[in-house]
């Protein structure tokens, strides 16, 4: 067997290592997006296969007899080019996906990046004046919830709130973004697993009323969200997007492992 991970994820990592303590041929894929990524146990590669062919490509030039899809279950591109190079191919194709966590009906779920920040646009934190720009804007919002917005859906997805000149945001991301950003924005570098005590003060000091988050599941970013309710902060959560159709899924690294002796 030669199993191919398209990883980047703790799951994808901790898949990599079972395989490679029982000797079995794994090679890691990561899309290149992080700077100083996370590496795997066995062989990796890094960056992208040009595409569903160049994909079905590399499946055939190795001799993949397996895939696991393990990505982010936000990149959607990888998950459909892997779905058709599989297809193509014959190469039996697994998704191993987190499960997301589970939905509060305090919070507003849209169904993508840009539904979300036609919400921000509309929500009426803005009412408070810009002249709280500055470095006295926490002790004048620290009372949260504020009327700032917590943007934490990745440096990919700036775009989608440039054009807001209204609102005052924090941006969180793990490597600086390369595109447009909100224009009343204060950026935060910051890689997880984050503490309930560490996001409540991150909120009060940033006087936020408002978090945008991606239902990316998990316990590494899962504080935000209990220091949201705990602080009162509205949340808008971004629903993830659609596997292909026929996916085989799993949510744990012993159900994956055992797919590949069973396959």
Same mark, same amino acid.
């Given at each position: ?7 980047? /994820? &703790? ?31 066995? #062989?990796?590669?890094?960056? %992208?296969?040009?595409?569903? +062919? ?8 190795? &001799?993949?007899? =397996?895939?696991?899809?393990?990505? =982010?279950?936000?990149? &959607? ?8 190079? +599989?297809?193509? /191919? %014959? ?6 996906? #987190? ?8 919070? *507003? ?7 979300? $920040? ?10 408070? @004046? ?9 002790? +004048?919002?620290?009372?949260?919830? %504020?009327?700032?917005?917590?943007? /934490?859906t990745g440096r ?22 390369? &595109? ?5 924005? /204060? ?18 000091? =940033? ?7 991606? *239902? ?5 970013? $899962? $504080?935000?969200?209990?220091?949201? #309710? *705990?602080?009162?902060? =509205? ?8 596997? @292909? ?8 690294? $012993? ?6 002796g069973g396959s």
């Amino acid at each position: 067997m030669r199993i191919l991970i398209l990883g980047g /994820t &703790g799951e994808a990592r901790a898949l990599a290592a079972r395989l490679a303590a029982e000797d079995t041929d794994v090679i890691s894929s990561l899309a290149g997006r992080v700077r100083q990524p996370r590496l795997p146990e066995g #062989r990796v590669r890094i960056g %992208g296969f040009g595409g569903a +062919a160049g994909l079905a490509a590399f499946l055939k030039e190795e &001799g993949i007899t =397996h895939v696991v899809d393990a990505t =982010h279950p936000f990149a &959607g591109t990888i998950s459909a080019n892997a779905a058709r190079a +599989a297809g193509e /191919t %014959g190469v039996p194709r697994l998704v191993l996906r #987190r499960p997301g966590w589970d939905p509060d009906p305090s919070w *507003n779920s849209v169904a993508d990046i840009y539904e979300a $920040a036609a919400v921000v646009r509309d929500w009426p934190g803005a009412a408070v @004046p810009a002249v709280l720009d500055g470095p006295g804007v926490a002790a +004048a919002v620290r009372g949260s919830p %504020g009327e700032a917005v917590f943007l /934490t859906t990745g440096r990919r997805d700036l775009a989608a709130f440039a054009g807001d000149r209204e609102h005052r945001f924090l941006v969180r991301t793990v490597d600086p973004p390369e &595109g447009s950003m909100p224009p009343r924005a /204060t950026l935060i570098l910051d890689r997880g697993p984050y503490t309930v005590a560490g996001e409540t003060r991150l909120m009060r000091d =940033h006087g936020i009323g408002l978090l945008v988050t991606k *239902n990316s599941g998990g316990p590494m970013t $899962a $504080a935000k969200l209990e220091a949201a #309710r *705990n602080l009162g902060v =509205h949340v808008v959560m971004v629903q993830r997007p659609p596997l @292909p159709p026929g996916s085989v899924t799993v949510p744990t690294v $012993a159900e994956a492992i055992h797919w590949i002796g069973g396959s």
